[in-house]
């Protein structure tokens, strides 16, 4: 059974760095698009970051552009999300997810449903 353990999360001062990182337990790990997702208190589960399997192409929501890399080390099975310049409405709690397909459409990448399978999803506070 495939598992995906995010871990990394915690207490932060805005304007800090955070790195998370999602391990996974299964074959083929390269053929599999990866990505993150969050989900803020009261909000429904947004886009964050998206990688293709091969690692050379990456999409960002509007909100972490600039602020966010993914990136994916496809020997270890692992995927990592570096945050930086973290802000409050960065607060909620992230999820990496796991997608067999790949599009070169955002739109289509940042849709929770083409994802499935989820990890159970790891807290991060930005707060003063």
């Known amino acids: 059974q495939v598992q995906l353990v995010e871990s990394g999360g915690g207490l932060v001062q805005p304007g800090e760095s955070l790195r998370l990182s999602c391990a996974a337990s299964e074959d083929s790990f390269e053929t599999y698009t990866k990505a993150w997702f969050r989900q803020g208190p009261g909000k429904e589960r947004e886009f964050v970051a998206v990688?293709?399997?091969?690692?050379?192409?990456?999409y960002y929501s509007d909100a972490v552009v600039g602020r966010f890399t993914i990136s994916r080390d496809n020997t270890n099975n692992t995927v990592t999300l570096q945050m930086t310049s973290l802000k409050p409405e960065d607060t909620a709690v992230y999820y990496c997810?796991?997608?067999?397909?790949?599009?070169?459409?955002?739109?289509?990448?940042?849709?929770?449903?083409?994802?499935?399978?989820w990890g159970q999803g790891i807290q991060v506070t930005v707060s003063s």
């Open positions: 990688i293709s399997y091969g690692g050379k192409t990456t």
């Open positions: 997810a796991s997608a067999a397909g790949w599009s070169f459409d955002r739109a289509i990448m940042s849709r929770p449903t083409e994802y499935a399978k």
